[in-house]
Nanobody, 115 residues
Framework: QVQLVETGGGLVQSGGSLRLSCVASGIIFRSNNMAWYRQSPGKQRERVGIITTNSTTVYADFVEGRFAISRDNTMNTVFLQMNSLKPEDTAVYYC?????????WGQGTRVTVSS
């Protein structure tokens, strides 16, 4: 059974930072491209960025150099370091494979950025 468990969200002021973590189980983590996604209130879920098996990263335009995705294959964990947060970054953040597997969505971790 595949589980993706996201942690690290919280309330932060505009300009602040957070580091999200996602621990994967039930998959051969090192063999999978991973991604972070987010869903803001009233909007569809969107991709934040991806990290390939060789740690190449690609980000959505809205990231604008503020976020960094990394992975630790020994810990089956993917990270999302978010800096210079803006109120519009408020969302529930999820990790999943890339492309996403519809059966693997977890509960996500909520990030709220206050102005």
């Amino acid at each position: 059974q595949v589980q993706l468990v996201e942690t690290g969200g919280g309330l932060v002021q505009s300009g602040g930072s957070l580091r999200l973590s996602c621990v994967a189980s039930g998959i051969i983590f090192r063999s999978n491209n991973m991604a972070w996604y987010r869903q803001s209130p009233g909007k569809q879920r969107e991709r934040v960025g991806i990290i390939t098996t060789n740690s190449t990263t690609v980000y959505a335009d809205f990231v604008e150099g503020r976020f960094a995705i990394s992975r630790d294959n020994t810990m089956n964990t993917v990270f999302l370091q978010m800096n210079s947060l803006k109120p519009e970054d408020t969302a529930v953040y999820y990790c999943n494979l890339w492309p996403a597997n519809v059966h693997y969505w977890g509960q996500g971790t909520r990030v709220t950025v206050s102005s």
